[in-house]
């Protein structure tokens, strides 16, 4: 008889519940505390590098990102399920909690020291939810491993999604500067030609393989899904109304970590044994 509830499941679950659970929890401390667990481009602490990631400054704050990060994590552990990948999944958000908060603020402040010359401040779970957004991109070439065929196709649908996040992510600044049009228009053009090559590919299986038209409206719904979240992330505007800053930076950081390590920790192109 098929398990439909496994061990890895109540992990994942528990989770989930434990990063939201902890960030509600910190945002009810009183403020000062929670002042001193944000990452500060003037004081390199590295308990607060990592704690700022539960730390948020207002109820929207938390609210959206901690809404987002479910529902993102339940998509994409959904998707690895599916595919076999729930222990590899459970694996890459572990690594991800642990030490994306460290590239992500240590990168951060050294930009905000050298480049932009000012103090920043910087909190909230955004480059963790970032990051499970960047996922989908390899679960997506695993949970298509049959239809696409083969693993060049795979490879195909992996680089025409990096280009068309790319392009989704200079959209919204392309009147600010002519290096935002250019990288927009190249990685658009290039990202629908690959994309073109593969969606070919998965018509063709879908019309020689009936059980297969279901994967492939599943992987149609969570792209568009995916680019939302790209767009929500990425605001043509980025000053919120109380003075504050989305922090493009660390969501562009979250992003491409998941998307690249993703590959490695889900395990997309299996070493073959001889």
Request: proline share 3%; glycine share 6%.
């Amino acid at each position: 008889m098929k398990r439909w509830f496994k061990r890895v499941d109540l992990y994942v679950f528990g989770l989930f519940a434990l990063i939201s659970v902890s960030c509600v929890i910190i945002f009810l401390l009183p403020a000062d505390m929670q002042e001193l667990l944000k990452a500060r481009s003037d004081d390199w602490n590295l308990l607060s590098f990592w704690a700022s990631t539960f730390v948020h400054s207002n109820f929207e704050h938390l609210l959206g990102n901690v809404t987002s990060f479910l529902l993102l994590g339940f998509i994409v552990f959904k998707m690895n399920r599916k595919s076999g990948r729930e222990k590899e999944f459970l694996c890459s958000l572990i690594i991800a909690i642990i030490v994306l908060p460290f590239i992500d603020n240590i990168s951060f402040m050294l930009l905000a020291n050298f480049v932009i010359r000012r103090i920043v401040v910087s909190c909230g779970l955004s480059t963790i939810v970032a990051s499970l957004a960047g996922l989908i991109v390899p679960s997506l070439g695993i949970f298509l491993r049959e239809p696409l065929q083969s693993e060049r196709n795979t490879l195909c649908l992996l680089v025409s999604f990096m280009l068309l996040t790319g392009s989704s992510i200079a959209f919204p600044y392309v009147d600010s500067s002519l290096y935002n049009l250019m990288v927009f228009v190249a990685t658009l053009v290039f990202g629908l030609i690959l994309l073109i090559h593969v969606g070919k590919i998965l018509v063709n299986f879908a019309k020689q393989n009936q059980r297969a038209r279901k994967t492939i409206l599943a992987a149609s719904i969570t792209v568009y899904v995916y680019f939302i979240f790209i767009f929500t992330l990425f605001p043509s505007k980025i000053t919120m109304p109380e003075g504050g800053i989305v922090n493009i930076f660390s969501h562009h950081v979250g992003i491409f970590y998941g998307m690249i390590t993703g590959i490695y920790t889900l395990n997309i192109f299996p070493k073959r044994k001889n």
